[in-house]
C-alpha cells in the first residue's frame, strides 16, 4: 500500500490564518493562501485611500477609483456624505443648486451644469478675443486682432493644446455656427481680420478659387518646388515657336524632366506667363 500523504501546516500570506497543505502543492508552487478568496485577494492590487466623511484609511481596486468610487470606506459614509450637501449659486446662470464638500475642495461647485460651465468659458473666451481687437475708424475698415497665429490667422486657446481661429469665432458670434465641412472666408485678404462684414462662408474648393483669383496661391517661382524662373519659362516657349524642339533635350539642358517642357510649352503649367 502507499504510504499516506502527512499535510503540513502553513500560514496564509493574505490573512495570516494557519491551514494544512499537502506537500506535492508546496513543492509546485502552490500552498500560499488557505482559500481560493484568500488568493484572489492577495493577487488584485488596492491601493489606499482617505474616507471623505469620516477620514478612515481604507484599500479599494484601482478600477474603482477611476470609475469615480472609492470615496467612501461605507455606505453610512456615503449616505452621511450625501446629505450634508451645501447650498450654492451658479456663476453663470444664477441658478441655485446643491454640492457635497468633497466636491467644493476640488472646486467643482462654481456651475450648476456642464451646460453653464461651457457657456461661461465661452463668454471668457469671448472677452479675451474683443479686448485683442484694434477696430479701423473707417465705417468698413479692417478689425485687427493680436495675438498667436498660425500663417497669420490668429489663435483663441481654449485649454491647453485647444484653441479657435480668432475669424472663425467672430463669425459664429455674428452669424451663427459654422455648417460643418466650410471655412470661413476673407473678402478684405487680411489673416488676422475679424470683422464680421469682411467673413464669409465657402468650401476648399471656393476657397482656393478665391486664392488662385487673387494670387495669394503658390505658384511660378514663389513655389516651394520650382526649379524653373520666369524668364527661363519663356525662353522654353520661344524655342519651341521657332521650330520643333527636343523634349529629353530641353529637359537635360534645364535639369528638369521631359513631362516638365511639355507641360510649359503646351501651356498646362506656368499658366500666368
Not at 58 to 63: H, K, L, R
Not at 198 to 219: E, I, M, Q, W, Y
Not at 230 to 246: C, D, F, K, T
Amino acid at each position: 500500500m502507499p504510504a499516506k500523504c502527512t499535510s503540513v501546516p502553513r500560514v496564509c500570506q493574505h490573512c495570516g490564518r494557519t491551514f494544512l497543505v499537502i506537500p506535492s502543492r508546496i513543492a509546485s508552487g502552490g500552498g500560499k493562501f488557505c482559500t481560493l478568496r484568500c488568493s484572489g485577494a492577495a493577487r488584485t492590487t488596492r491601493v489606499e485611500r482617505s474616507c471623505e466623511t469620516c477620514a478612515k484609511t481604507f484599500t479599494v481596486a484601482p478600477s474603482q477609483v477611476v470609475a469615480g468610487y472609492g470615496r467612501f470606506c461605507s455606505y453610512p459614509c456615503a449616505n452621511r456624505a450625501l446629505a450634508n450637501r451645501l447650498d450654492l449659486t451658479c456663476e453663470h446662470c444664477g441658478k441655485a443648486f446643491t454640492r457635497v464638500p468633497s466636491q467644493v475642495a476640488k472646486h467643482r461647485h462654481h456651475f450648476c451644469s456642464p451646460t453653464c460651465m461651457g457657456a461661461a468659458k465661452r463668454r471668457d473666451i469671448v472677452e479675451r478675443l474683443w479686448a485683442r481687437v484694434t477696430k479701423s475708424p473707417d465705417l468698413d475698415g479692417c478689425w485687427r486682432c493680436s495675438g498667436p497665429s498660425s500663417n497669420g490667422y490668429v489663435i483663441i486657446w481654449e485649454a491647453p493644446g485647444r484653441g479657435i481661429l480668432a475669424h472663425r469665432l467672430s463669425y459664429e458670434l455674428a452669424y451663427g455656427p459654422i455648417p460643418e465641412g466650410l471655412v470661413v472666408q476673407h473678402a478684405c485678404d487680411v489673416p488676422n481680420c475679424v470683422n464680421p462684414a469682411h467673413l464669409f462662408p465657402g468650401n476648399a474648393a471656393t476657397n482656393r478659387a478665391d486664392s488662385v483669383l487673387k494670387g495669394r496661391h503658390a505658384h511660378g517661382e514663389s513655389h516651394g518646388r520650382s526649379r524653373l524662373t520666369g524668364a527661363q519659362v519663356l525662353e522654353i516657349r520661344r524655342r519651341a515657336a521657332i521650330g520643333p524642339v527636343s523634349y529629353p533635350a530641353l529637359a537635360r539642358e534645364y535639369g528638369v524632366k521631359p513631362g516638365t517642357i511639355g507641360g510649359i510649352i503646351r501651356r498646362k503649367t506656368w499658366q500666368h506667363l
